[in-house]
């Protein structure tokens, strides 16, 4: 039962106001595995909790990593789990206008800058400057935004986190598990919103379509819950609603480490092609019943 599961996380919840809208957002750049079976379980059981809809998005955008054949066997996946998502799978890939559209309203309002750094630049740079460390690594040294890429080269959109953050001001958001959170964006410095290999960065584009497509609960792992203040910040920019945030424990390998792609954890369409049940593994999953060597992170 989706509600069992749900209170199982989330013991207090109670019905939230008007229609639920979830959605879950794999990166077709490799297979699913189980972490992913748990994240679009939360994400279905908490829209069918309040009779809401349940999405299924494709982060597609990164045309070097992202493949056709890991987008078939996605969908064949959350098939397969009995996971049925409402409307039509949304791809990332038709909808660069639109990231675009939010782009140039961030550039009409001074707050994106053009870098032309490689990644080797930026490595010299922060070789005699000394930058915060954020979450993701050393901050942008600063060079383009001091001295803005003019050439004929490939650059990226930066965002001026410093300038942008004070515009917008303190913010806050909502996470379901958290509570009331004090957004930090300029834990990452000066992020990329627009990149030069591809487009929209993952920040910019989630951000846009969580709106365009009416999501209403940010059903998401644990891992990407630093981010959410990146995503608050976009929000406050654009003038975009705001979401309520649900970052759900992760599933860990024996090592106590989150299963990830690049790892040997079991490929869902492994299981699927040897004949095993997806609708058991869900009920597995539901039941709190894990696989042997994998684990719940803390709530
Ligand atoms: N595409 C992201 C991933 O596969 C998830 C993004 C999100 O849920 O906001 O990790």
Redesign the pocket.
Known sequence: MPRDFVNQYLPDISAPKGRVVT?????P?GQLHFG?AF?ALCAHDFARTFGGAFQL?M?DIDGTRSRPEHVEAIIADIDWLGLVPDGDVQFQSQNIDRYAAARDRLISAGLLYRCGCTRNDIAAALKYKSVPHGPDGPHYPGTCRAHPFNGDAAFSWRLDMAKACALAGPLTWMDLVAGQQYADPMAFGDVVLWRKDAPAS?HLA?TVD?AANGITH????K??FA?TAV?RLLQHLLDLPEPVYWHHPLLLDSNGEKLAKSKASPALSVRRAAGENGAELIDNLRHGTLMLGISLSDA
Request: charged share 30%; no cysteine.
């Open positions: 959605r879950f957002a794999p990166s750049n992913h994240s998005r982060e993952y989630a969580d940010v059903v998401r792992g891992d990407l981010y995503h």
